[in-house]
């Protein structure tokens, strides 16, 4: 059963009935714990034995019992339990969704409106020990010694929060991406719920503590962390910048690329990792390289040297929300895992999206080409990949590979529109590399939302995708597209 559905009086009391059975089934605790009510307490204490000696749970099932469903601490804490078995490969890949999951934690908000209420009193830390030295410091002092208080909880803590702190240190990656999720929902619930922006600027002040407390490693992400803030800033101000230069793009670019060389900052990075992907590790940002898109917020394409002396190309954007772009990346990048460790490999493309505030951002650049682009200047998707990776013992005189990329990268991408209901589906957002690999980009409908006033199909295939596996009329063109077909499970 989904976690969506909800369990019935029937299905609640099958559960109950057999649940000594069920215990030796991992993917039967999650329906287990729906079927009790948390309400009782009798009954909660009885079902938290047994979860205690059910067959543990994966991480990813985990998850759900940090949903709003499951309001219950010692349920929660179980369900953390559960996180810390896990890799950091799969805590990164879930960070989005325990970010969101802070927001049902009783513990952290709670103790992020004590700690408010205590700086409106100006009172001492905890103890009569303490007063007469506190009554001394100034309120900044005291909300720093607070902090640091609350951090060293965090250190031995068995709460969502004090995992997620102790997975930022010991990981570099969770640093960062935590600190931006962090950043980006303080600004985004700023308006709509001043509580929760409170409790998300509160855990951002124990990270930043716990990083500036450490050691010298840690206390290197802290300075990191305020570069890539620099970084940020003056690429915002770039942004503006070229908004309010007069003339065309090319006059705007010639703004942009003078105005970066005057950037010192830009040109000595000195190793940061880069916001987008903290692995990469970037020395300059090369102003002659960078370049607008043809669009209405006319997006910046820059150029950063790594310190590996190779070139990382980004794009940077202001005036647009990246949230739901990310949201989807994640999505489509979980399928691609999950795909791959069942065997099968669709060639997907799951460049890299982070906003950096609810309306700048990053996204990496991958190399390719709109499929309007293509059928303009090649006339079709075939003669594009052969004048690309051309093979006279291939199939349509391609290497055989990049045939094979184009086909399964289209079955996989026609799967997961159809999944995720995205819409807006059009020949400039379908892009096509040299290595025959296809992609979607720009997802700012989902759901089964689209712009269009008639519905559109739910999988997405163009006459110019089924000619690019040659069509249907021709014998070797069959083979390519029930290839397709087999891969979509037969489902177009």
């Not at 303009?376 to 013992?393: D, Y």
């Not at 589906?425 to 720009?442: Q, S, Y």
């Amino acid at each position: 059963l989904p976690s969506s559905h909800t369990i019935s009086l029937e299905e609640r009391d099958l559960i109950w009935k057999f649940r000594y059975y069920l215990r030796n089934n991992r993917k039967a605790l999650t329906k287990f714990v729906r079927s009790v009510d948390w309400e009782e307490k009798e009954e909660a204490a009885y079902a938290l034995l047994l979860v205690k000696e059910w067959s543990p749970l994966e991480a990813s099932d985990a998850l759900e019992l940090l949903s709003p469903t499951f309001r219950n601490i010692e349920l929660r804490r179980y369900a953390v339990s559960r996180l810390s078995h896990a890799k950091p490969e799969q805590i990164l890949l879930y960070l989005p969704q325990l970010v969101q999951a802070l927001k049902y934690e009783r513990f952290i908000m709670s103790a992020s409106k004590e700690l408010e209420a205590c700086d409106q009193k100006d009172s001492p830390i905890a103890n009569d020990d303490t007063k007469k030295d506190t009554d001394k410091l100034s309120s900044e002092t005291i909300h720093q010694m607070r902090i640091e208080q609350a951090m060293q909880k965090c250190l031995t803590g068995d709460d969502l929060t004090s995992f997620l702190i102790r997975s930022a240190c010991s990981n570099p990656s969770i640093t960062y991406y935590l600190y931006w999720y962090l950043k980006v929902e303080i600004e985004a619930t700023a308006q709509v719920d001043s509580d929760m922006s409170r409790m998300y600027s509160y855990v951002l002040s124990l990270l930043l503590s716990s990083l500036r407390s450490g050691g010298c490693d840690l206390r290197r992400r802290a300075a990191s962390l305020d570069q890539q803030e620099i970084l940020i800033e003056i690429l915002v101000s770039m942004a503006r910048l070229v908004s309010q230069e007069s003339g065309g793009r090319s006059q705007k670019e010639k703004a942009l690329r003078r105005s970066l060389r005057e950037q010192h900052d830009l040109l000595n990075l000195c190793g940061l990792p880069l916001p987008l992907d903290p692995t990469i590790r970037v020395n300059a940002l090369l102003p002659d390289s960078a370049a607008l898109f043809n669009s209405n917020m006319m997006p910046m394409k820059l150029t950063f040297k790594t310190e590996n002396d190779d070139q990382y190309v980004t794009i940077f954007k202001r005036g647009d929300d990246l949230r739901q772009d990310q949201l989807i990346i994640q999505m489509i990048r979980l399928m691609d895992g999950l795909l791959r460790a069942d065997g099968l490999d669709l060639r997907l493309t799951p460049y890299s999206v982070l906003a950096t505030s609810t309306s700048e951002g990053f996204v990496q650049f991958v190399k390719a080409i709109p499929l309007r682009e293509v059928i303009s200047s090649w006339g079709t998707v075939q003669e594009c990949l052969r004048s690309f990776r051309p093979s006279p013992n291939g199939p349509f005189g391609i290497e055989t590979e990049v045939v094979e990329n184009y086909v399964r990268s289209c079955a996989g991408y026609s799967i997961i529109c159809y999944i995720l209901g995205i819409g807006d589906r059009h020949l400039h957002n379908l892009l096509l590399a040299e290595n025959g690999k296809m992609f979607h980009v720009d997802f700012g409908y989902i759901l089964g939302r689209d712009p269009k006033p008639f519905a559109p199909p739910p999988m997405k295939l163009t006459s110019e995708m089924i000619n690019g596996m040659g069509g249907l009329h021709r014998f070797l063109s069959a083979t390519w597209y029930y290839e397709y077909r087999r891969l979509t499970d037969g489902k177009i």
